[in-house]
């Protein structure tokens, strides 16, 4: 499964992009754009410090890895050898869950499924992909931009949240009180920084990658073809155009005839000089928002305006659109219901961004999903074929079918889950509770089998627990300290449990409609459910077997409409 299935990309272009002119008021693109995978940075980082290695050693450590894992799993005619979990335990000395976890994560964020991966691991991932993975361990996160008026920013953002220091930045409803969502970066920022780092290492990383031959200098390092798509885990062009096939030294290579290796150098260069490009365009894009941004940020803004102008659900402007055609977003809603199907979804991936007192329905089969900000809201996912990730939520509701789930930094959640993998949990977290999946809808067993989800297993109540502290992020957390435990989540208790019901608002329809919820319900929650259908039984035969007149009736149906109405209002407030 390739990066860009559900949005295909325009026929490739096998050209060189040329470097950027000189900046100008409106630049013009090149021809393609160089981008560093989101995925990798935004679901590929774990908290285990082991897999962190120091800037200064980092390549000389990994070299010794290399060294490790090559000798544990030599290399077959034509390909890198092939890491499995216990070899990778014993070369990073982690235990052996740890190792597992990262050959997880590493499935998670190939561009493409690897099938001896994706079949538990067993098959182990090939030694160039787990290079890779390992490298980017040592990624940073963005810092956030300085506020204008720090003691303004203490005034609404108390040191005495939940979320201690850095952290206290992020909680969702101080978020939305501060108004200063423009601090924090974008997108685009994150992007252009992923990049920069990228640049910075990649001498290292074709190094690393690199096979040794006869010769000297600069010539005694050659990447083959096939290595060098292996690439295309942290790098891609913005119209989907293959490395191989954008690289003038591999472009147009006869498949029947592997073409000639190529000189680390020669291969370093000519990426360097399209991630240069890249930023070039990429910043001034960047520069140029950041100035409009800037002009109305100075006019006061009521919330209640605030609220309207923040709800969209459009592609971020400001910026190349090619950097979000894969990406539908879903953001700055609040008391509202937003629906979107198959149909309304553009590429393999959503973000719910800040949503708040709203229930959002994403029904349909995607890669990745991403819940962030988000308070006092009901978040519906119904097929996430690689990773969903929840970050800085408070009281919310996820209910999500996925292979994996990661949650970080949240606070009074509850997760209704159906995935295929222990649920990893990280950071600091507050009072987190797991149950069994609780809904469905006509399409959700088609959608399920279509991106790999298997609802005959479900691993809700298997938590994955790490450290408190996310290595990657650019500020420490003030405790300071690395080794302390996340917080896990609770079992919901069955008695709290209940049915989501997903309206059928437009009644598309399906050969074979899936018509309950395709995940096996645990005994427990069966029987409380069946509790409460035998109450709600006898309610409406008591109601049937009341001897009143007409008027009598008309008054206790008002008064049952009454109630139920104010039910559902709280419902979808608790939800």
Known sequence: ??????????????????PVAAASPSPSPPPLLLR?????????????????FPEGTLAHTLAQVKDKLASASPASDGGGGRVGVAALAEALQI????????LATLAAVLPADDPALDSGGGGGADLRDVLLFLYIQSYKRLVPRAHKDSPAV???????????????????????????RRFMPSQADEEIHQLSYLQKHMANILTLLADSVEGEGDDSLVLTMETFEHL?????????????????FFANSDPDMPAAPVPAAQVHDWISQNISASLEFSTEKSISKEVSQQVTSDIDVTM????ASNARNSTPTGTNPAYYRNTTFVEGFSKTSVVKHASDVKGHSVKVLNCHESVIYILAPLKYATVYGCSDATVVLGAIGKVVKVEHCERVHIIAAAKRICIANCRECIFYLGVNHQPLIVGDNHKLQVAPFNTYYPQLGEHLAKVGVDPAINKWDQPFVLGVVD???????????????????????????????????????????????????PEIYCASQSKKLAALEDIRRTIRELQIDDNRKKELTNALHAQFKDWLYAYQLEY
């Not at 860009?4 to 096998?14: A, H, K, R, S, V």
């Not at 919901?492 to 329809?509: A, R, V």
């Open 95 to 102: 235990p052996h869950e740890q190792a597992a976890l990262a």
């Open 471 to 521: 290595p990657h992020d650019s500020l420490s957390h003030p405790a300071g300290v690395s080794d302390v435990q996340a917080e896990s989540a609770a079992r919901l208790d069955p008695d709290l449990f209940t049915n989501f019901m997903i309206p059928s608002w437009f009644g598309t329809e399906v050969q074979e409609p899936t018509k309950c919820c395709p995940f096996p319900l």
């Open 36 to 52: 560093p995978r989101r995925e990798a940075f935004e679901h590929g980082l774990l908290p285990i410090p082991k897999l962190i």
């Open 304 to 307: 209640a305006d605030a609220n």
């Open 1 to 18: 499964m390739a990066d860009d299935p559900l949005d295909p990309p325009p026929e490739p272009q096998p050209q060189t992009p040329p």
């Open 154 to 180: 203490t005034d609404v953002w108390p040191s005495t949240s939940a979320f201690d220091g850095y952290l206290s930045a992020l909680s969702p409803i101080q978020l939305v009180r501060s108004n200063s």
């Open 232 to 248: 295309g885990f942290l790098l891609k062009f913005s119209e989907g155009t293959p490395l191989s096939q954008a690289a003038t």
